[in-house]
Every structure is written in structure tokens, then in C-alpha cells.
């Protein structure tokens, strides 16, 4: 099938083995706009995929108490230069499980490309998820990305999400996650994006520390360059008891780019904390002379500072 | 021929002169300590040598090797051999320490320099350079990267602030070790102990060079506030 080896070919080039959609121990599934290429499931993750008019509808489970050793891969994308890919996932990590899920995302030729992701997120207590979502964007930049999803962890649980776009055009970027994190749960979003030319770049993420001694962590780096744009909103409410959250943005910009942070945290409990840290501006001269002082040219102090920030 | 030699240099940062016809000379293989009060100018010589942003000189001349390095840009002073162990060294987040042993040269044994500076590679090799260290830990780490680039001059502006007690003699060890290697060392230190490590000595004040002489001349002319520029008004904190 010519769609599944491009995608191979794209994975390598996103540093995966493209052998994890051959290997019999390693669940995935693969879909070209609203068509489902492959699947696999493993014992203890179940995969239940359909198409439902213009909607690419799965359901990924991983069963209770399941120690799941290799990483569920997604791949998800749009190999054409044009069309549109609507995809709900719904992710279960039910009680005590533990699992990965990397999801990569590919758009390598898109002009007018639109996805879209509504994703339904559900950590039981006492279960472990890692989300990370990689993306391969070509040069165009006519693409909107368009990710959105409500997690819910439960008591104990633990949610690790790790959104990167870092090569490639970005196009427009809409990010709209939110977290509600209940008693002794803990979430970490990490998001790392790299614009340029004229890059449109929205993200929006919310936690709300609902239950005792919940814990977050919003962080962002975002580097922006030409005249790309981004709008950086991190949201941490605070309610319960012994809550604590922390968002923590940096946004580098060079040229014409224009970065903006809007941390907003909210606390409704006496004993919950919520605390913020946001830099934005060009690459500090200290950085950039502390490289240059080991020998390293002007534009190679700023590319390994920016490399780093989005590392 | 001297490794460095700053004739008649002087410079104005934001109106106010810094230097005011600076003579100062260091000698191949020499460890030069470098004293003067807080706010005498010592970090700002360093900046001046080394050619960062917004300290280059109104007048005078800084030769290195015999060659004025005036024209040359930060970068390219650092590819001739002149490099600086910065007081307060920038964070660096997403480069690890393994990484930034490596800067500027190919396949260093980053283990053996954290080592010299009393730090385990096991611990610290992939650790990033960001704000989970420590402001003595990154320094010590800003040492080893220092002397890993083997440098001709070093400039290292007080290498012994923040760090315990106990290992200041892992420090000057580490600074002996330089000259060892062959380079010249400018050490910018407020300790007596470490000035009496120095082959010479200098003393900054009101934008000159007030003395140079054998360790124990200058920290004695220090402490005695005998200064014939300031008459011992600025170098009153000795």
C-alpha cells in the first residue's frame, strides 16, 4: 500500500523505527485523512476504530492494571496537498494501568489542509498515561491544526502530555486542552513550537486542580521568527486543599515576530497555591555570548539556544 | 613578547568613564590576579577583553600574541584562545552538561573535567544546564567547560564566589592546572588566598591599574589603603 510506506518513510524521518506498524507486540493505528490504514491491538490495549460520515472515530483502551511496555502509536495525517481529517479519539487508561501513547501527526505536502483532533481523555485512579504528539509539517504552511481535548484524572492518577511542532512550517495553530486533575493526581502539559514566516499560533491550556492536593504543570516554549505570531494562554485554577500548580511560558522572538502570554491562575481555596512565570523577548545576550565565548559563531549561539529551548 | 597587553584603554559605559588609560600586561604561562573593590571595574575588564556587547574601547589598544584584537568580534577572540568563566554563568535550558563540554571542540571526555572540578559525571554529564543546578554547581561546571576549550588566555572572574568553603582548594588546583596546560590565567578573585596563588598581581582602581607586583606586595598595598589614585577613599572595603 503506497500511503503506509510514505508513512513509514515519515516516521524514520521523525526519528521512529517505521517497523513499530509491523512489529506483533507494538499496537497502533494508522489513518490517511478519514481512512483507517492499519490497526493492531496487544493484549491489554483494545482498539476499536470507524468511520462515521466525515468523522475517523477511535477508542483506545488500556485495560485495568495493564503494564503496557512498548508505546501505542497513532499516526494520523494528510498526505495530499489538500483536504480535511476530523478525528475524535477517546483514550481510557482504566485503574492502575500504565501506558504510552505517541501520536505522530503528518501533514508533509498540505496547502489547504485542515485537521482536526477532539480528543476525550480518561485516567482512572491510579493510572499512568504518556501522551506525546509529534508533528512533520512540510514548508507551505497551509495547514490548521486544530487540537482539542478534555482530560479528567482521577484520584492517584497521572497524565504526562508532550505536544511538539518544532520542524516544518506550523501554519495555524489552535491548541485547547483542558485538565481537571482530582485528589493526589498530577499533570504535566509540556508544548514546544517553532514559527515561522507568518505563522499563526494560538494555544490554550487550562488545568483545574479540583481535588485534594492535586498537582500541575503547564509549561511552553515557543520560538517565533519572520512575522509569526503566537498567543500563549495557561490557565491554572486552583480549588482543593494542598493544591499546587505551576505555568511556566518562555517565548523567544526574532525579527518581526510577535510572542504574547496571558498566564492566568485562580485560587478558591485558602490552602491551595498556584504560582506563574512567563519571559518573553529576543535570545538573551548572556546566552548567546556565554556560546560564543566557547568559539561558537553568532548564528550557531542562537540556533543551539533555540534547539535547547525546544528541546 | 607579552600573551596580552591593553595600552592607554579607555571606555565610557552610559556616560560614566569605566577606564581611563589602563596599562595592564600578562605574561605567557602566568596566573594574574586581578583585585580592586566591588564596582572598580574588574568583571567590566574582563567584558572589554573578551569584546562583549557594549564594552568596547573609546581609546587604546588591546594586543594579543603581539596582534590588536580591537576589531575582532566576541566569537572570533574566542577562536584565537581567549575565553571567560563568567562570575554569574546564563542557564542554558535543554543543553545538557555533556553537551556543553563538547562546545567548540571534538569528543572531549566531559567525565574527566567535571571530575577536576569535583563533580561526579555520573551525576551531572546529562543533566541539563538550566535552573535545576545550583549557582556553585553551575559554576563549577562553567570551570570545566573553561578548561576543556584549552584556552591560550583564560579570564576567570571569581571562580571562588559560591563556592563552599571546603573546595576552594580544588579550585585553585583546577586554576594551577591551567597554567600547566600552557595558558595564562587573568583571575578576577576577592580572596587573599587566592591572590597568593597568582605568579603577579594587579590592583584596579578609579579606572587604572594602581599596581602590579608579587602577590603579597599588591594585597598588602591593598589592605593598606595607600592607593595614590583614590588616595584610599574607594578602596576603603579592603
Redesign the interface.
Request: glycine letters at 8%; proline letters at 3%; one cysteine or more.
Given at each position: 500500500m503506497p500511503e503506509l510506506n510514505e508513512i513509514s518513510q515519515i516516521l524514520r524521518r521523525m526519528g521512529t523505527d517505521s517497523a513499530v506498524l509491523t512489529d506483533s507486540q507494538v499496537a497502533h493505528v494508522v489513518a490517511s485523512g478519514l481512512d483507517l490504514l492499519s490497526q493492531q491491538e496487544i493484549p491489554g490495549v483494545i482498539i476499536r476504530s470507524e468511520r462515521k460520515a466525515d468523522v475517523l472515530a477511535t477508542q483506545i483502551t488500556v485495560k485495568r492494571e495493564a503494564q503496557i511496555a512498548n508505546p501505542v502509536h497513532l499516526c494520523i495525517g494528510v498526505l495530499h496537498d489538500t483536504g480535511r481529517q476530523m478525528i475524535q479519539v477517546r483514550l481510557k487508561s482504566e485503574q492502575d494501568s500504565d501506558a504510552k501513547v505517541i501520536a505522530h501527526c503528518f501533514f508533509p505536502r498540505a496547502r489547504n489542509v485542515e485537521h482536526a483532533m477532539d480528543g476525550v481523555i480518561e485516567i482512572e485512579s491510579g493510572a499512568r498515561l504518556l501522551y506525546s504528539e509529534g508533528h512533520y509539517h512540510g514548508p507551505f504552511g497551509g495547514v490548521t491544526v486544530l487540537p482539542k481535548a478534555r482530560v479528567r484524572i482521577h484520584p492517584h492518577g497521572r497524565y504526562l502530555s508532550d505536544f511538539s511542532l518544532t520542524s516544518g512550517r506550523v501554519g495555524k495553530l489552535r491548541i485547547d486542552y483542558t485538565v481537571e486533575v482530582d485528589a493526589y493526581a498530577v499533570a504535566e502539559l509540556t508544548a514546544k513550537v517553532f514559527g515561522h514566516a507568518d505563522d499563526d499560533i494560538r494555544i490554550r491550556e487550562e488545568v483545574v486542580l479540583s481535588g485534594e492536593n492535586a498537582r500541575s504543570l503547564i509549561k511552553t516554549?515557543v520560538a517565533l521568527e519572520g512575522h509569526a505570531r503566537a498567543e500563549v494562554t495557561g490557565v491554572t485554577d486552583g480549588k482543593a486543599q494542598g493544591a499546587r500548580g505551576h505555568v511556566d511560558c518562555?517565548e523567544i522572538v526574532k525579527d518581526q515576530a510577535l510572542a504574547q502570554a496571558i498566564p492566568i491562575v485562580r485560587v478558591s481555596h485558602p490552602l491551595a497555591k498556584v504560582t506563574h512565570e512567563a519571559a518573553i523577548g529576543s535570545i538573551?545576550?548572556?546566552?548567546l555570548?556565554?556560546?560564543?565565548?566557547?568559539?561558537?559563531?553568532?548564528e550557531q549561539?542562537v540556533e543551539?539556544?533555540v534547539?535547547?529551548?525546544?528541546? | 613578547m607579552h600573551l596580552l597587553e591593553i595600552k592607554n584603554l579607555s571606555i565610557q559605559i552610559g556616560g560614566q568613564t569605566i577606564f581611563d588609560g589602563l596599562e595592564l600586561a600578562i605574561n605567557p604561562r602566568e596566573i594574574h590576579a586581578l583585585v580592586g573593590t566591588n564596582g572598580s571595574g574588574k568583571s567590566s575588564l574582563a567584558y572589554v577583553i573578551?569584546g562583549?556587547?557594549g564594552y568596547s574601547p573609546t581609546r587604546g589598544e588591546i594586543l594579543f600574541e603581539g596582534r590588536s584584537i580591537n576589531a575582532l568580534?566576541?566569537?572570533e577572540r574566542?577562536?584565537l584562545g581567549i575565553?571567560?568563566c563568567?562570575q554569574e554563568?546564563?542557564?542554558?535550558?535543554?543543553?545538557s552538561v555533556a553537551d556543553y563540554l563538547n562546545?567548540?571542540r571534538r569528543s572531549v571526555d566531559g567525565a574527566t573535567y567535571l571530575r577536576k572540578v569535583g563533580l561526579a559525571p555520573e551525576l551531572y554529564l546529562q543533566r541539563?544546564l538550566d535552573k535545576t543546578l545550583s549557582g556553585g554547581q553551575r559554576k563549577r561546571i562553567e570551570l570545566a567547560?573553561v578548561f576543556a576549550?584549552t584556552p591560550k588566555l583564560a579570564l576567570l572572574d571569581e571562580p571562588d564566589s559560591g563556592i563552599d568553603l571546603l573546595s576552594i582548594g580544588e579550585i585553585a588546583e583546577v586554576i594551577h592546572s591551567f597554567k600547566d596546560a600552557g595558558a595564562s590565567v587573568l583571575l578576577i578573585t576577592h580572596r587573599e588566598e587566592m591572590v597568593r596563588i597568582a605568579d603577579r598581581a594587579s590592583q584596579l582602581c578609579g579606572g587604572k591599574i594602581v599596581l602590579t607586583g608579587t602577590p603579597a606586595e599588591v594585597a598588602e598595598h591593598y589592605k593598606s589603603r595607600r592607593c595614590t589614585v583614590c588616595d584610599g577613599q574607594e578602596c576603603h572595603h579592603a
Amino acid at each position: 500500500m503506497p500511503e503506509l510506506n510514505e508513512i513509514s518513510q515519515i516516521l524514520r524521518r521523525m526519528g521512529t523505527d517505521s517497523a513499530v506498524l509491523t512489529d506483533s507486540q507494538v499496537a497502533h493505528v494508522v489513518a490517511s485523512g478519514l481512512d483507517l490504514l492499519s490497526q493492531q491491538e496487544i493484549p491489554g490495549v483494545i482498539i476499536r476504530s470507524e468511520r462515521k460520515a466525515d468523522v475517523l472515530a477511535t477508542q483506545i483502551t488500556v485495560k485495568r492494571e495493564a503494564q503496557i511496555a512498548n508505546p501505542v502509536h497513532l499516526c494520523i495525517g494528510v498526505l495530499h496537498d489538500t483536504g480535511r481529517q476530523m478525528i475524535q479519539v477517546r483514550l481510557k487508561s482504566e485503574q492502575d494501568s500504565d501506558a504510552k501513547v505517541i501520536a505522530h501527526c503528518f501533514f508533509p505536502r498540505a496547502r489547504n489542509v485542515e485537521h482536526a483532533m477532539d480528543g476525550v481523555i480518561e485516567i482512572e485512579s491510579g493510572a499512568r498515561l504518556l501522551y506525546s504528539e509529534g508533528h512533520y509539517h512540510g514548508p507551505f504552511g497551509g495547514v490548521t491544526v486544530l487540537p482539542k481535548a478534555r482530560v479528567r484524572i482521577h484520584p492517584h492518577g497521572r497524565y504526562l502530555s508532550d505536544f511538539s511542532l518544532t520542524s516544518g512550517r506550523v501554519g495555524k495553530l489552535r491548541i485547547d486542552y483542558t485538565v481537571e486533575v482530582d485528589a493526589y493526581a498530577v499533570a504535566e502539559l509540556t508544548a514546544k513550537v517553532f514559527g515561522h514566516a507568518d505563522d499563526d499560533i494560538r494555544i490554550r491550556e487550562e488545568v483545574v486542580l479540583s481535588g485534594e492536593n492535586a498537582r500541575s504543570l503547564i509549561k511552553t516554549r515557543v520560538a517565533l521568527e519572520g512575522h509569526a505570531r503566537a498567543e500563549v494562554t495557561g490557565v491554572t485554577d486552583g480549588k482543593a486543599q494542598g493544591a499546587r500548580g505551576h505555568v511556566d511560558c518562555m517565548e523567544i522572538v526574532k525579527d518581526q515576530a510577535l510572542a504574547q502570554a496571558i498566564p492566568i491562575v485562580r485560587v478558591s481555596h485558602p490552602l491551595a497555591k498556584v504560582t506563574h512565570e512567563a519571559a518573553i523577548g529576543s535570545i538573551d545576550q548572556k546566552q548567546l555570548e556565554t556560546l560564543m565565548a566557547h568559539g561558537l559563531t553568532p548564528e550557531q549561539a542562537v540556533e543551539m539556544v533555540v534547539a535547547g529551548l525546544l528541546r | 613578547m607579552h600573551l596580552l597587553e591593553i595600552k592607554n584603554l579607555s571606555i565610557q559605559i552610559g556616560g560614566q568613564t569605566i577606564f581611563d588609560g589602563l596599562e595592564l600586561a600578562i605574561n605567557p604561562r602566568e596566573i594574574h590576579a586581578l583585585v580592586g573593590t566591588n564596582g572598580s571595574g574588574k568583571s567590566s575588564l574582563a567584558y572589554v577583553i573578551l569584546g562583549c556587547e557594549g564594552y568596547s574601547p573609546t581609546r587604546g589598544e588591546i594586543l594579543f600574541e603581539g596582534r590588536s584584537i580591537n576589531a575582532l568580534r566576541l566569537y572570533e577572540r574566542a577562536q584565537l584562545g581567549i575565553t571567560l568563566c563568567w562570575q554569574e554563568p546564563a542557564r542554558l535550558e535543554g543543553i545538557s552538561v555533556a553537551d556543553y563540554l563538547n562546545l567548540g571542540r571534538r569528543s572531549v571526555d566531559g567525565a574527566t573535567y567535571l571530575r577536576k572540578v569535583g563533580l561526579a559525571p555520573e551525576l551531572y554529564l546529562q543533566r541539563n544546564l538550566d535552573k535545576t543546578l545550583s549557582g556553585g554547581q553551575r559554576k563549577r561546571i562553567e570551570l570545566a567547560s573553561v578548561f576543556a576549550l584549552t584556552p591560550k588566555l583564560a579570564l576567570l572572574d571569581e571562580p571562588d564566589s559560591g563556592i563552599d568553603l571546603l573546595s576552594i582548594g580544588e579550585i585553585a588546583e583546577v586554576i594551577h592546572s591551567f597554567k600547566d596546560a600552557g595558558a595564562s590565567v587573568l583571575l578576577i578573585t576577592h580572596r587573599e588566598e587566592m591572590v597568593r596563588i597568582a605568579d603577579r598581581a594587579s590592583q584596579l582602581c578609579g579606572g587604572k591599574i594602581v599596581l602590579t607586583g608579587t602577590p603579597a606586595e599588591v594585597a598588602e598595598h591593598y589592605k593598606s589603603r595607600r592607593c595614590t589614585v583614590c588616595d584610599g577613599q574607594e578602596c576603603h572595603h579592603a
